[in-house]
């Protein structure tokens, strides 16, 4: 069952609809809003209006290198590096409080934009017309910032979101970063650390076996270590195994792995439904939900105590529909 508390994330501020870009405008994202809102508590963020710019204003772009640009505004070429750079600084050390479990950019902004936005040449304005084409290496100057300041910490770009496998894999995340923090509130007993490893243990595996592998190791030989210590390395591998994309293959590998549990329970025409179904969805003939939904059937009917107990069978609300899709 899923936590009922709101997961606190922090998103662009005119992805919520509110009406800070530089027009005046913005750019209100519904499944955001409406869908990931009931599960999330957002904590807006505007660059360019809380370092003191107003609405409306000119619009800005990134010039210069990829690697260190400047920000400057589009027509009067005023540079607001500095400003831009002293405010995200003071801004992420401010966000630490807010105990975020992920972040939202606003893709391609010059301030917000998580990769690939626009870095132009820096050639005279007179020139510019005939610059050439824009380089798509640049990382907004807030959003880089952050990045850099929370390396670990989920984040995605509103554009990203609309691609089922990014979208899965980010809610995943926050989702399972919420259940560490949830549990670190407790006050501390290895058994705990225990428990919570074991119920992530088929998630794990579904994103790297490797890594894995890794952290089971860390969990035995945890009590030789200083606890605090250890606890922030758990934390660091938990957050790093989940950042690797899982695949159909590593999917189907745990598929299989949860068929061996029932290899006793299942009757002859049981087992051969599962196989059947694991090998479409391994053929990518049906969504992962196909498969889980089966194995759900399977757990409550043979009373499956370890699977039931697993965060990979139910690891976000179903109502979010990230595993139908092929």
Known sequence: MQDTKKIRIGISSCLLGNPVRFDGGHKKDLWLVNTLGEYVEYVPVCPEVEMGLGIPREAMRLVGEPEDPRLVTNKTFLDHTAQMKEFSAQRVQ??????????????????????????????????????????????????????????????????????????????????????????????????????????????????????????GSLVAHGKQMDTLEMLQQYQNELLTTLKIKTTVKKHTNVLQHIAGYFKKALSADEKKEFQEVIEQYHSQLVPLIVPLTLCNHYVRKYDEEYLSSQWYLKPHPIELKLRNHV
């Open 94 to 215: 401010e966000l630490e409080n807010e105990h975020l479990c992920g972040f939202v950019f606003k893709r391609a902004s010059p301030s917000s934009g998580m990769e690939r936005v626009k870095v132009y040449k820096d050639v005279d304005p007179k020139e510019a017309k005939n610059a050439g084409p824009p380089s798509l290496k640049g990382i907004g100057v807030f959003a880089r910032a952050f990045m850099e300041h929370f390396p670990l910490l989920p984040v995605e770009e509103e554009g990203r979101l609309c691609d089922a496998p990014f979208r899965e894999n980010f809610i995943e995340q926050i989702f399972a970063l919420q259940r560490w923090r949830e549990m670190l509130k407790q006050p501390f007993a290895y058994r705990n650390l225990v428990e919570f490893h074991t119920r992530q243990k088929l998630l794990l595996m579904s994103h790297s076996v490797e890594h894995y592998r890794s952290m």
